[in-house]
Each structure stands twice: as C-alpha cells, then as structure tokens.
C-alpha cells in the first residue's frame, strides 16, 4: 500500500510537470478572452446568463472571478486553476481505479490520465472543462464509495459534488442518470444505502429544475446553424468522435482499424481480472452507467439540437480512461511486459500532441497575442479597428488597453444589404484608415464586407496569423464595385449559379509557380473564384477543382462548395460572391504542361451539373492550360512517402510505389516514383517478370532537372498477360546503356531494382448481349461496338420497361446500353445521354463512365453492360429524342462513328410530365 502511494504520488508529479510546462507559451483565444470578461461582470448578469440560450453554466465565472482577485489576471494565472484541477483529477483517477479493480488499475487510471493529451491540453485553458471533469469523476467515486460504505457525509458529498458539476456546465447533468443507472445495476445493495441514495437523488432533482426549465425550452427552438459544431452524428460516429477525442484513436487510422484495435482494448478492459474478481459487477455497473446511458441520451439530444461538441461530454471521459486502464491490467496479469502494449499505444496517441506544442513549438491556438501586439505596434490616431468578432475584440482590448484608439465590432449575420451598408458608414465615419480584423471562425460570410470595401476604400497591406487576417485600408471616393478577375469566364451551371472569372497566383504568361510550406511539407496553389447566383437555387452544389496534365494523370484535387459558409439558397440573385481556394499538389509534382478542370455535381444524389460554354452543354469546364513551374528551393525531400530506392549512378531514386498489388486483366497499375539528381537524356522500364520471364515492359522517359520531382504512370496491362504472380523490376537506360543499381560495394550492383509484387487474376468476359437488348450495331472509330440498349422508368413502384412513353410520375429514365469491345482503347472515353427536345440543346442528360471498367481495360469481344440514370424531375411535358455518344472527358472532343456522326439516337420517348 505504502508503495502504492508513492507511485501514485510519482504520476500526480509528472501531471503536474507536463501540464505546467510551457502553460503560458500561447496566448489567450477568443473562449479564454470571454471567460475573463464573464469572470468580471455584475453578478446579477452572471446568475442571469444560466436560462440564455447557448450558455453553459455561471459556476466556472464565479470561481474565476475570486480566483483572479487572488492572483491577477495574467495567462499564467488565468490558467493555473484549470492546472490545479487537472493534477487533482489524476489523484481520482487513482483513487476511483483502486475503488474498482485494486492497485493495479489505480495506478494505469493515473498514468492514462496524467498523459492523455485531451486532460494537458485542457488543464491549460481558462475554462470550464478541467473542473467538470474533476466534478464528473469526484462524482462517480463518492457514488461508489457510499453505496460501499453509506455514510451520511459520503451522500452529501455526492449531492454537493454533482450539483456543482451540473452548474459548471449544463450537460454536467448527464450525471443524474448515470448515478441512477448505477444504483438500479446495484440491487443487492443494503437498504440503508438504498434509503441514503434515494435521500440524495431526491434533493438532487431540486437544483436540477433551473437547469431542466431552460433545456426544455431550448429543445423547443429552431435548430441552430452548424457552425463549427459536428452537427447531429450518428451515434456510432458519436462514439468514435468521441474516442479519437479522448486520445483513444490513433489519427490517420481508418475507421476499420480504429474500431478493431482500441474498441478491442476498451472490450478487453472490461473483462474479469480474475476468477475471484470480486469488484468485476461493480466495475461493469460503473462502466455502463457513467458511458452508455449518457452517450445514447446525447445522441438523443444533439439528434433534436445538433450542437455536438466532443469537450461537451467530457463527463464520459472516466469511464473511457478505466476501460481502457483495465485493458492494460488484464495484460499484466497475463503476462507482465505484455501490458506495456496497450500502454505504448496510448502513449504514442497522446504524446506526440503535446510533444509538437510543447517542444516543436507549433500553435495549437489562434494567435491573438501578436496580432494585438502587431496592431498595437502599427496604428495611428484617427485609425478605425474593425473586428468581424465580439470575442475577437475582447482578446485585442487584454492584450491592448489603449482607451483613445477606436474599436468597432461588426455584425454580419442577420443584416440586409442595406443595413450594412448604413451600418459600416457609421463605423468608419472620421476615420482616416480601417483596420479589419477577421477571425477564422468568423470568416464565414464576409462577402457584404468585401463588397462594401472594395468600392469604399482600398486594401495596401495584409497580414496573417494562425487563425486572424488583418488588413488595412485606406478610404476611396464611393463607387460600383465590378470584379475583374485576371481571366474572365461565362461559365452557366444549370442556372443555378455561374462562373465569371478566377484569379491563379504567380500567373505570367499562363505559367503558375506553387507556395510551399515547410511545416508540414507541402505546395499548393491559390485559386480565388468569381461566382453569380443565378435563379434556381433549391439544392446545395458542390464543385470539384482538378489539375490534370495531358494524360489525365491527377496531380491536385480540392472539392467543396462554392462558398462553404453561406448556403447557395441563401445567395442573393446576381450578386457576385469571391472565394479563395487552396489546391494541394501532389509532393513531387513535375514541372511541365497542366489543365485547370471544373465540375460541379449535386452534394445529395452525386449527379453531375452540366457546365454551358456558349450555349453548349459539357459536363465539366476546362479553366485554361498553364505551365507549372519549380518552387523556389525545389520540393522537400522530406515530403516523399517512404518506399524501394536505390541509386543509378547520377539518378537517385528516393521512392516507388506500384499499386495495386492485386489486379484483374484489363485493368491499369500506376507507378509513382520520386527522383533526384541529373536526369537529363535518360528513361526509365519497368518490368513484370514471372517463371516464363518478362511478361510485360514499359518505358518512361525521366525529368530534366535536378529538383525533387515526383512522375506517375499509369501502366496498362496487356490483355494477352497471363494470370499468376509477378515480380515489379525497375531499371534506368541512358543512351540505350543499363545503369546499374549501386551497392554496398562496387562490385554488388545489379542492373535492377525490385519494387514489389503483382499478382495478376483473370476475369470472366462476357461475350453475349443481356436478355432483352434490343440489337443496335455502331462501330466507332478506335473500337467500340454500341450493340444494343435498353430502356426503362424509375418510379414508385419499380422499373417499369419503357417502349415509346414514359408512364406520369415517373423519377428518372434508365438507359441501359450494351457496348462490345474491339481490344483496350488508347483514352478512357466517357458516355452522354442526352434527352433532347425541339432544339439541340440537351434538356437533361447523364455523363459517366462505361461500366466498372475504364475502355482501355476492355477485352477484345467482351460485352460491357452500362447503365445511366437520366432524371426527369423538372422536365416539361413533350417529346424527346435519345441520343448517346463516347467523348474524351479531358478535351470534351467526341468519338465519331463509322459514318462521321458524333451521336446515335436511340428513339424518342413522350414525357406526360411529373403529374
């Protein structure tokens, strides 16, 4: 026991270190800032804020507001009562581990709490969420502690220690059914601890009320927006949140693997110790009340109020933390350095974090510290601060108390265009230069400031921090702001909004340089788009940005809405929104010649938006071809992914990779390889070899240059290759001379370099047309076949086969075509489906791919079935004819057939219309 303790007191020592370490190292963000004005207001307007819709709870501010007349108001100070309560919650972690399972378990509670990232990175905040998590599991032991021994003080201690968990915040009430999920689980109990429980959860009811009256009102509110909120998940994704939350997730882990690896812990933790574990009840009791009744009535909750925040339920993290601390003891009594394995997990989830804030010095915070000091630092009397944020200017007025300068908060949400207008002229009224200050929470709808900006005044410096833009502007005469993008555009999606224009940066001569980054190591590049609400906006768009060279190789892709914080029904009709994107690119990606490509689909169904170019309909838009340039500096070796290197004399390959390792005939494999050195005038082979010898060969030529550069090549497997298992070698020529693959010694070279396996499996080929084609024979020019087609209607009741009429009500037109393969063509060509009415224009079509294979996969006489779903939702009444056809999806040029048209029609259907 003696030892006991001092082991414990060991790891309240190192909570204590690692929490203390660096406490002060950020500055206060906008939460922090909030806190100490709430800490310092009346406190009629504190005990006022507990029925607000939004609010958490007044506890927190009250104990704050003594805390601070103690010791002042300084980053240390603010922060060292949540230090306080995070050392402390180690030492209950210890105590409610021992409770349930004994020594060991105490001992691995208190080392999971002590360096579980999510407990340091909130003993070092000025909020609520250490107290509430010392509450929550002070909470949980006096619980089980009276029902053990049911003495008077114990149930009042319960009582005293719950009530004040629920007012330090408001889901601190999750408490409540958790104890009486825990006393129902106990029903051997002794009837004095029955009657002391009962007693307590009585009086318990009471200080609730104040809490239940506002949440009942608040359930009854409109849904809020989401925000920065994860919404309303459901509750597996609750549950995994949660835990990745928590520190029991390992980052970049798929969901799969998350599940299997910690969830198998967490389940192990839950086991019995032993045969005569006599607290295992109890343990499973504690188990189950403090984690799976209160995460099923939140997910109840946040399904009716989608605000889910993971620190919102951090009264669950106890039972979390002994599920997990139980999974390390039943190790040790298997086998005692076997509990070093679920250990070394968690360790190297929850260490790294607050190893890169603490030591690698990277921010974890919006740096409101020395974007205060630099405006500090550079304004001038007559200077107007405009702060797109309440909380921001609370953070600026801590850190600057300078009372002549003159600070204005502006209100975006809620406001006309009108209103603004008037509401900004009086902010800025006398003023000789504006200061706008942007958080990144709060750069949501800024484009009513930006229209008022740009034709009042005009922007001549911008500077950014983690999370803050500022930018100064001086005053200009009032004008009409028209944007003019450095390459205009006309391009209409659907009418539901258009592109006018966009901006590259670094663009000179149609040539584009990316920015790199050094930590993490990357290269983007900075696109700012120019879009018109058009007419019909009733369901959200989404666009995706792709950067494809010549071979359609992708080397950057980046898909979101158009704006991303401003719903596309909320646009106004006309009005032109400006929005910067980021594209990454691909580490390594070569210098040489790229395409710009745009499409836009529906965010619910996935269907493409058609994109109309002077009056025709494509189902992408091609923004222009630029030249990419080499960075400065040249890319980072260190962003390369490991994988096979070597060295062929000059040329040094630092990776490779070949996937897939399984492949069907017919298929493609991409090889990605990243070299370095001089490779001028040189090529590169690659080869599967297998027990016959090499089985197939291709050959690219290597960049010139001696910058980091990455090349992929996507390598079509021949259709006469046999199925079996190959071997990947890789070998570099220069002036047809092999260059051998350098060794430990001279004289160990090898003219080649393996890079992994492939096993090739064949695949039935279909070579008969599906019941109920009806025959059609084109033959287009590289292959094709068009043999056949089908037609039938989507509706309520099923698919219903289709000759000449649609049947009314009807959803969606389903064109099934049935395609016979000449051999594996030379581009992936896609199909349209168009329905066309009086004038050529397509009223509704459907663009896609020709079956689950690319056509340079195709087989020689195989039959390919191709199914399109062509919706019929707003199409007016009338006859249509069905055309369909094969086009290059890269330059929208279309296939044409034997007699030198670029469609077939297939018949003409009569649509009575939706009703």
Request: hydrophobic residues 45%; aromatic residues 12%.
């Amino acid at each position: 026991m003696k030892r006991y303790r001092w082991v414990l007191l060991a790891l309240v020592l190192l909570a204590f270190v690692l929490r203390v370490h660096h406490l002060d190292y950020e500055g206060l963000w906008l939460d922090e800032a909030d806190a100490l004005r709430l800490a310092s207001a009346p406190l009629s307007e504190l005990v006022g804020r507990l029925t607000a819709v939004g609010e958490n709870g007044p506890l927190y501010f009250l104990i704050l507001r003594g805390w601070v007349t103690l010791t002042g108001e300084s980053e240390f100070a603010l922060r060292a009562l949540s230090l306080l309560a995070g050392v402390a919650t180690v030492a209950l972690f210890g105590a409610l581990g021992h409770r349930l399972g004994g020594h060991l378990l105490g001992l691995a509670a208190a080392t999971l709490a002590a360096s579980s990232s999510y407990l340091v990175y909130y003993s070092q905040e000025a909020k609520m969420y250490a107290i509430l998590a010392f509450l929550s599991t002070l909470a949980g032991y006096l619980l089980i502690r009276a029902f053990a021994e049911n003495r008077w003080w114990q149930w009042l201690a319960f009582l005293v220690t719950t009530t004040l968990a629920m007012y330090t915040h408001v889901f601190g009430a999750l408490l409540i059914p958790a104890a009486l999920t825990y006393a129902l689980a106990r029903p051997r109990a002794h009837w004095h601890a029955w009657k002391g429980f009962a007693s307590a959860f009585a009086c318990l009811t009471l200080p609730y009320l104040p809490l239940a009256a506002w949440q009942l009102w608040a359930l009854s509110l409109p849904r809020p927006p989401v925000g920065s909120y994860y919404g309303a998940p459901a509750y597996p994704d609750l549950v995994r949140l949660l835990l990745r939350s928590f520190g029991t997730i390992m980052p970049g882990f798929d969901h799969l693997t998350s599940w299997l690896l910690f969830g198998g812990l967490a389940l192990v933790g839950i086991v019995p110790f032993g045969r005569r574990d006599a607290r295992y009840p109890q343990r499973c009791a504690y188990l189950a009340a403090y984690f799976l009744v209160p995460s099923l009535l939140a997910a109840m909750l946040f399904s009716r109020v989608p605000i889910f925040l993971d620190r919102y339920l951090t009264p669950l993290l106890p039972a979390v933390l002994l599920a997990m601390a139980g999974s390390v003891v039943v190790a040790a009594r298997c086998w005692r350095p076997l509990a070093f394995v679920p250990l070394g997990l968690w360790l190297a989830v929850n260490l790294p974090p607050w190893y890169d804030s603490h030591v690698n010095g990277l921010l974890l915070k919006d740096a409101w510290r020395p974007a205060s000091r630099y405006l500090a630092e550079h304004q001038q009397e007559g200077d107007a601060l405009l702060f797109v944020s309440p909380d921001g200017r609370i953070a600026y007025e801590y850190y600057v108390r300078q009372p002549y300068r003159r600070v204005e908060t502006i209100d975006l949400l809620g406001r006309d265009r009108a209103t603004f207008d008037r509401l900004l002229q009086e902010r800025t009224t006398g003023a000789q230069r504006y200061w706008v200050v942007l958080a990144q929470y709060a750069q949501e709808d800024v484009d009513d400031l930006t229209y008022w900006l740009v034709r009042n005044a005009t922007k001549v410096d911008e500077v950014g921090f983690k999370g803050i833009l500022v930018s100064l502007w001086l005053p200009a005469p009032p004008g009409r702001w028209e944007p003019r993008p450095s390459h205009p555009t006309a391009i209409d999606f659907d009418g539901r909004f258009a592109l006018v224009g966009y901006d590259l940066t670094s663009l000179s001569e149609e040539s584009v340089t990316p920015r790199c980054t050094t930590v993490p190591p990357r290269c983007v590049l900075t696109l700012r788009l120019y879009w018109q609400a058009g007419e019909r906006r009733d369901r959200d768009i989404r666009v995706s940005l792709r950067f494809v060279d010549r071979e359609q190789r992708l080397w950057g892709q980046f898909d979101l809405a158009p704006n991303p914080f401003y719903p596309l029904a909320e646009w106004r009709t006309g009005a032109i929104y400006r929005k910067e994107w980021y594209l990454p690119l691909l580490p390594g990606t070569p210098p040489g010649r790229y395409q710009l490509l745009l499409t836009a689909y529906d965010a619910e169904s996935g269907e493409t938006v058609p994109a109309t170019v002077a009056g025709r309909r494509f189902p992408l838009a091609t923004l222009g071809e630029y030249v990419l340039r080499p960075p400065v500096g040249g890319w980072l070796a260190a962003a390369v992914p490991p994988g096979p290197s070597g060295r062929f004399g000059a040329v040094q390959l630092l990776s490779s990779a070949l996937a897939p390792a399984q492949a069907t005939l017919g298929e493609a494999l991409t090889l990605t390889t990243f070299w370095a050195g001089e490779r001028s005038e040189g090529e590169a082979q690659l080869k599967l070899v297998g027990r016959e010898g090499i089985a197939a060969r291709w050959s690219f030529a290597l960049p010139p240059g001696s910058e980091v550069v990455a090349v992929q090549s996507r390598l079509a497997l021949p259709p006469t290759l046999r199925p079996g298992d190959y071997r990947a070698e890789l070998q570099v020529l220069r002036a047809g001379q092999v260059i051998p693959v350098a060794g430990a010694l001279p004289f160990l070279g090898a003219e080649h370099l393996s890079i992994g396996q492939v096993s090739i499996t064949d695949r039935p080929v279909q070579t008969v047309l599906p019941a109920g084609t009806q025959p059609l024979t084109v033959t287009f020019a590289g292959g094709p076949q068009l043999a056949g087609f089908m037609l039938a209607a989507e509706a309520a009741g099923g698919e219903r086969p289709v000759t000449t009429r649609l049947p009314a009500g009807a959803t969606a037109l389903l064109v099934t075509l049935a395609w016979r393969s000449g051999g594996p063509t030379a581009l992936p060509y896609s199909v349209f489906v168009h329905l066309l009415g009086e004038s050529e224009r397509p009223l509704v079509q459907h663009d896609g791919p020709p079956g689950a294979l690319p056509t340079t996969a195709w087989l020689p006489g195989e039959v390919i079935t191709d199914r399109h779903r062509v919706p019929l939702t707003g199409l007016p009444a009338g006859r249509y004819r069905i055309v369909v056809g094969l086009y290059d999806p890269l330059t929208l040029e279309r296939l044409p057939t034997g007699d030198g048209s670029s469609r077939i029609l297939l018949g003409t259907v009569e649509w009575p219309g939706a009703g």
